[in-house]
């Protein structure tokens, strides 16, 4: 089971939901692997480990700015119903006061 875990092929229920436990324990788990064969290079480990931060960083990074622009689009509907409902409340008050005047 070990061996498994360290080739991942299998990955702990705890790292499921855990991207930088997961991503850093197969970091150590490939430069363990490469230390235990004699290489003392790991500068391709590292940045393969860099590469997964930044892809993970561009995702979030697009998440935000897709929240953005939804946010921003909910504040002009937001803003043009306050529009509609002020004008709304303004011509009701206007027709009560032309009524009430008959």
Do not use: W
């Not at 360290?6 to 788990?29: A, Q, T």
């Not at 692997?33 to 697009?62: I, T, V």
């Amino acid at each position: 089971m070990s061996e498994k875990l360290l080739m991942g092929e299998i990955v702990p229920e705890e790292f499921d939901n855990n991207f930088h436990e997961r991503v850093f324990f197969d970091y150590l788990s490939d430069a363990y692997s490469q230390f235990f064969a004699g290489k003392d290079d790991f500068s391709e480990s590292e940045r393969q480990l860099e590469q997964q931060f930044d892809n993970r960083n561009a995702e979030r990074l697009a998440d935000i700015e897709r929240l953005q622009e939804e946010n921003d689009q909910l504040v002009r509907e937001l803003t043009q119903l306050n529009i509609d409902a002020v004008f709304s409340s303004f011509c009701l008050c206007l027709m009560d006061s032309l009524l009430s005047k008959r």
